[in-house]
Each structure stands twice: as structure tokens, then as C-alpha cells.
């Protein structure tokens, strides 16, 4: 198999060309900005980095472009790259400083070089990145809360990197630099480093232009690029890629799966793409993993990979049908029945699965009963993260009362065996913050509650328009001053803390005290807005000093409504908005 040394920058001219692009097995770019910042960092350095592989072959075969800018290439022969491709994507994305463009958006990565590093190795130190997203950001964490404040502390702390993921506030520092703009060369050196430095003969000059140098530099970095042959078939390429793929920690085995079937089934990745993109546009952003778990669950009636490459085309096409109309099932009754209005409300994306498994089964003929139990069902295994840990083997047990033709009622056994207890207790929430499983719960039951945005009356949804509208989680007593009275950080980042309000609320709000901005509200709004989110109403709760109070307070409110909230949808398989009878 040859070998040859190619460097970064021919690779990436390649990219560009449209002389190296994806098989169809390989997954979509996934890399956040920090893997990409340690990358540079590691190529900045001279560090191992990897080695690239490819198959050249001038057979027309399955593939698409990397998730940046490519040509058409005039060649019929292409290289079609096997392993690589998150590094590529990433180096080309900022060497030719384009956005990668990931679920049909563009997505810039913005890396910040540091003109005034120390000397001498890497020094890990924490980093904050400069936008926070929200509700309905596009996030894979979507329920996040109000920008942290860029303190000085980590502003010294940060100036000990050499890279880092760049931000408003740092790149307002002239000792910080694009890393694209070093490369795109429409700055000259003096123009980057001129706000450091009087003049060229200052004797700092010549040390920043030979780090911008060293910068530039990374493009002639060379990888081994390893060549297989145009013998192989595409059905052996993809055994050879699973291998390579299986040695280490690179791919999951979603990743691998998916290799096996478009090998198989040729040109199926853009089937499972394209309703990617329809389910997409209604709000749910679906993982190609998950796609790939719900094909195999319905091809073989359980929703491990082992047996994948064993599946005929003639069964995966079939199975493909029920799991696409499994899974807009499932993603209507989330919405509709639910009020789940996307998947960052689902403590994981296999409680998807039962429901497009029972749609299908049932015809998408639900019972008034089959409705309550299976709402019951979802909401208690949202809030207790039923499929947090040996999650294919409770979603197996799962599969196969369903497949045995059981109901969703027989789903509540192994519920009740997992847990001592269904219910909700307010020592649930002690230490529990907006990661917990139970989070997305309490923002569900506020909202079918009647919890409303404090200033602006708005409702709680995912879906508003403006970014000043979306939801947020707000703490209701502020970080800073919590810890400057010496409280610990999980009971500050408690569940118990945290409001739903919009962002300009949020800003609005700012650094007060309750006890000073909830009067605000009340004399704006009245105190049912407060009630609604349960906020305790004694006034002595609001202050500083009685935080501990406030929160084993706010528990029981909180828990009672979650209760309520699951009680109510089973008894009356709704869940349209009600008012709880404390109101």
C-alpha cells in the first residue's frame, strides 16, 4: 500500500479542488471548535498528528463533499477519504477561514492565536467560549443558561494558551489574532502586530512576525497519506474502514453500522439525510446514529449492531419504511401529545424509539388508554434518565414487551424495577442542576402550569421568534453574589434556582436580588406570574441569607407540580394548559 508525504496545505488545495472527497459511509463533520483549537495547538508544536487515509479509485462510487466549500473536480478518478476527515474538514475550514456547514448551516470556527504565549509546553487552563445558547439555539445541549461574565481572573488564565476558541472580548486584546486571518494573508505582518508594537524596530517585532511565520508554517506540515489501491471493492473498503475504525475510540458503533449498510444499500445515506432535513424543518434534529439504532431496531426487532452486516437490502429497505414512518410518529406525539417541542427536552433520544415501534405496530391506532400509559411512561422515564446507563439492554427488555405485543402499560415494569420509587421528592432536586434529567420535566410542567415570562406575559416555548425572545434558564438569585456569601456551587446551579424567562428578561434582570426585582414583577404583572413558575411567596425566602430556606421551599413547589403534571396527562391523556389548584 503506498505512502506518500503530502502536506496540510496541499491537502486542503485538494479539498478545495474537489479531488478528495467523503465515501458515503462516513459520518458528518462533528468537532467542536476546542478539538479543532487543540489540533493547531498540536501542529503548531510539531506534535504526531495522525496519518491520513484514502482509496483512489476511478469507478464512479457513492460519496458526497466535506462539510466546507469544494469544486467540482474535472477528473473522473477521485480519492475518497477513509480517515482524516474531521481533521481536514477542520484545517481546511480555517486556513481558508470558510464556516463548515453542518445540517445545511454555516458554522464558523473562529480560533484566536495568542501573539504573547509563553515559551515552553502547553499549559491546560480553563476556557469559556463566547456564546451561550439558548432554548432553541442550535447547541447539542440546548438548555443552557445566561452568559457567564468574561472575568479578569480568566482572562490572565487564557493568556497561558497559545490557541483558544476565540470571543468578542478576547479579540478586542491586540494581543490575539485571528488564526484565519494570518493565513488568509490580506493583513501584512505589520498590520496584524502593529497595536503591539511602536514600530518595526521595536525588538518585539521580529518575535511576533517569526510566531505569525511559524503559524503559516502549519501548511507545510506533512501527513502520511496512505493510498489503497484501485483494486479493492467498495463492499472491501468498507470492511477495511470498520477496522481501522473499530481499533480505537474514533467512531461509535452507529458510525460503524452505518458503513456496513451503505455498503450495502449504495446511496441510502442520502435517504437517511434527507429525512434528517424533513424532520428538521419540524423542529427535531435527529442524530444519524439514531436513525441508523431505529433501521436496525425494526429490521431485527432489538437495537444492537452486531448483526448489521448480516442484514439483507431487501429487508433494510423495509425496515427503513417502518422506521421512517415510526419516527414521525413518534415526533408527532411528542409535540402534539407531549408538548415535547424538540428532542433537547428528552433526557435521551431512545425514548423515540419505543414510540415509533408502538406507532407502527399499532397501526398509529392508539387507544385513550394507550395514550395515557404511554404519556405516563414517557414523562417518568424523561425525568428518572431511564436510559442513562445499559441503555440498549433496558431498551431491548423494552423492545421486546412491545414486540410481544404488549401495550405501554407493560412499559411501567421495568420502570418500577429500575426505581424504588415513580414519584417525585423534593430531596430530588438537592444538588441537581440544569444537566439532571429532571429539568427538562420542571420546565414542562411550568409551562402546561401556566408559567409565563415575568416582564413580557409571553408563554414558555422553544419556538419564539427574535433572539431577545428565546427561553432561558435564570438564576433566580444571581451567581455572584451567592458566591460572595460563600455558598457552594451545586446549590447555586440548583434546579431549585433556576427560572424560565426570555433573554431580554434575563438581561434586564441582571445582577439584583430578588428581593428587589420580583416587587417589578409583581407590581407589572401581579403575583400569579411568580406563583406560576413557583416561586415561594414569603418574602423573607428572597434574601440572601434565607437561600437555604428558599430552595428546600421552592423543592417541594416544584416537585408537587411535576406530580401534577404527570397525575393530570394520565388521567385525562392531555396536556393542555391548566392551572394547578394552588392557583
Known sequence: MPKIDTSVGELVDMIAR???????????????????????????????????????????????????????SPFTGHKLL???????????????????????????????????????????ILEI????????????????????????????????????????????????VLVSDIFKGEKTDWQLVKELVGSPDDPSYELYTKRLQRVRAIRNYMYVMQVLPRGFSYEEVAEIFVRVNSLGIKLRGSDLALALVTAKWPSSLKLFEEFIDECEEGWFTLDLGL??????VFATRQSRFRTVGTISIEKLKAAWEEA????????????????????????SPFLMIPIAVLGVLRDERLSNEDER????WLYIANARAHYSSSSETKLDVDLNLLFRGNGPESLMG????????????????????????????AYLALKHAGAKDWFSGLGLSLTHQGRYHFIQFHHIFPKSLLQQAGYEKSEINEIANMAFITGRTNRRISNKTPGDYFKDIIQLRGEDTLRHQKIPMDQELWKIENYRDFLEERRKLLAASINEFINRAYETGSVTVFQSDED
Do not use: C
Open 18 to 72: 474537489g479531488e478528495l472527497r467523503l465515501p458515503e459511509m462516513q459520518r458528518r463533520y462533528v468537532w467542536t471548535s476546542t478539538r479543532v483549537r487543540d489540533l493547531l495547538d498540536s501542529l503548531y508544536r510539531g506534535y504526531p498528528s495522525g496519518s491520513i487515509l484514502v482509496w483512489e479509485t476511478d469507478q464512479a462510487q457513492p460519496s458526497r463533499d466535506l462539510a466546507v466549500q469544494q469544486s467540482q
Open 82 to 124: 477513509l480517515d482524516g476527515q474531521q481533521r481536514l474538514t477542520s484545517l481546511s475550514a480555517v486556513l481558508r477561514g470558510e464556516p463548515v456547514i453542518v445540517k445545511n448551516r454555516k458554522r464558523p470556527i473562529d480560533i484566536a492565536f495568542n501573539l504573547d504565549h509563553p515559551e515552553g509546553p502547553p499549559t491546560e
Open 129 to 176: 467560549e463566547d456564546d451561550s445558547a439558548t432554548l432553541n439555539g442550535d447547541d447539542e445541549t440546548i438548555l443552557e443558561g445566561e452568559d457567564d461574565e468574561y472575568t479578569p481572573s480568566i482572562q490572565e488564565r487564557l493568556k497561558q494558551r497559545t490557541f483558544v476558541v476565540a470571543s468578542r472580548a478576547l479579540l478586542s486584546s491586540p494581543s490575539w
Open 291 to 296: 436513525i441508523v439504532r431505529t433501521l436496525v
Open 324 to 347: 421512517k414512518n415510526g419516527l414521525r410518529f413518534s415526533i408527532n406525539f411528542l409535540k402534539a401529545n407531549a408538548g415535547v417541542e424538540d428532542e433537547s427536552l428528552l433526557s
Open 373 to 376: 400509559n404511554l404519556l405516563r
Open 414 to 441: 421495568p420502570l418500577e424495577s429500575q426505581f424504588a420509587r415513580l414519584n417525585i421528592e423534593p430531596s430530588d432536586f438537592a444538588g441537581r442542576g440544569a444537566r439532571s434529567a429532571l429539568f427538562s420535566l
